[in-house]
């Protein structure tokens, strides 16, 4: 489960404790985790929450009026634009869901992220997070994180060696069409969210999962060619689903990408596993808002069911802590985010060559 605390030991470990001794091995988690309960910013914040959900309803129905409103007009692409935005921040707002950040009630967390990421963004709550579950157990460790299994990019050294040809090809030029890519990834979520509804017994819920995603589909479709020639409809469909997906994994992509990769059958503590592989994103208010909050990684994957809100305010104390303890921790640039994503996967062949070595193992080699 996401929510559910690494199994760890506690040491009062401090810098002047003895790098080679037992408790050099011994997770750190634990002092943290009370250092921020004590700051309270575990608590969560309804009224940031149901102040988020109504704007982004809001903005929703906002959008469809302006469309019947426009009518037949070229300009409708700049609302679906909007509408792609807007589709991503239901997106963040099921992920918040998705961990619990948003109510105590475990209940009421799952139902509104389902309906919501249902709904509103026509994704499949179930499928989701399943999968993110998993990545949040092992970011960034072979065999064990889909988010860099085998597709269409290729993240390891291993997948690039078995293409060939084409294939072989276009994984030592992949970077360049990461992005290209990116805008067919709204698409492949709901082909994804799709194919799950339809698989029997794939995901609590099924049935209502399902009513969600085609009522959605299909009235979207609707009110489309209602409104417009089909030729106009179309493009108005693929520019949101492009918007949608460039947004979305846009946001994704710099958290982990270039980082670290982690052998299969390696052991790491749990606050280096989570620190070590993930990059924090500067930008202020424009990024917290384009990202979701994702762009606080560090501190979303050291402490998940943490209000979006507070994620911020936790940064300086677990960079604090990180670098008391000599824990290395990663924030750049969006752009230079960006850059090294283009960079690692034009070169993944090559910089992953070395495999991923624990500091711990380093610090008791001398």
Request: net charge positive; with cysteine; aromatic share 14%.
């Amino acid at each position: 489960m996401e929510n559910a605390q690494p199994k760890i030991l506690v040491a009062d470990a401090t810098p002047a404790q003895d790098l080679r001794s037992p408790e050099s091995f011994v997770s750190l988690y634990t002092n943290l985790m009370c250092e921020v309960r004590d700051e309270g910013l575990l608590n969560r914040r309804y009224l940031w929450y149901w102040t988020t959900i109504f704007v982004a309803i809001a903005s929703f129905v906002g959008i469809w009026a302006g469309i019947f409103l426009l009518g037949n007009s070229w300009f409708q692409l700049i609302l679906a634009a909007a509408l792609g935005v807007v589709a991503t921040q239901f997106g963040f707002i099921g992920h918040d869901g998705a961990h619990r950040q948003m109510f105590k009630s475990a209940a009421w967390n799952e139902w509104t992220s389902r309906i919501l990421s249902g709904a509103f963004a026509g994704l499949s709550f179930g499928w989701w997070r399943t999968k993110h579950n998993k990545h949040h157990a092992a970011p960034n460790q072979e065999d064990k994180d889909p988010d860099i299994g085998p597709g269409a990019i290729a993240f390891t050294r291993a997948i690039v060696e078995r293409r060939t040809g084409f294939a072989g090809w276009f994984a030592q030029h992949q970077g360049w069409f990461f992005f290209p890519l990116l805008t067919l990834e709204g698409l492949n979520l709901h082909r994804e969210s799709v194919q799950t509804v339809l698989r029997p017994h794939s995901v609590p819920h099924q049935r209502v999962e399902a009513v969600l995603i085609f009522a959605r589909l299909i009235s979207y479709v609707a009110v489309l060619l209602m409104v417009l020639p089909v030729g106009k409809a179309a493009a108005f469909f693929f520019l949101q689903m492009a918007i949608f997906g460039l947004c979305l994994g846009g946001s994704f992509a710099p958290n982990h990408k270039g980082m670290p990769i982690v052998p299969a059958t390696m052991k790491i503590d749990f606050l280096r596993r989570q620190v070590l592989m993930s990059r924090n994103v500067r930008g202020g208010l424009f990024v917290d808002f384009f990202m979701g909050g994702l762009n606080y990684q560090i501190e979303h994957h050291l402490f998940p069911s943490m209000p979006r809100a507070n994620l911020k305010l936790a940064q300086p104390i677990v960079r604090a802590y990180c670098d008391k303890h000599g824990v290395s921790y990663s924030e750049v640039g969006l752009f230079a985010s960006y850059a090294i994503v283009v960079r690692y996967l034009n070169n993944v062949g090559l910089r992953a060559r070395d495999p991923f070595e624990c500091p711990l193992a380093q610090q008791f080699r001398g």
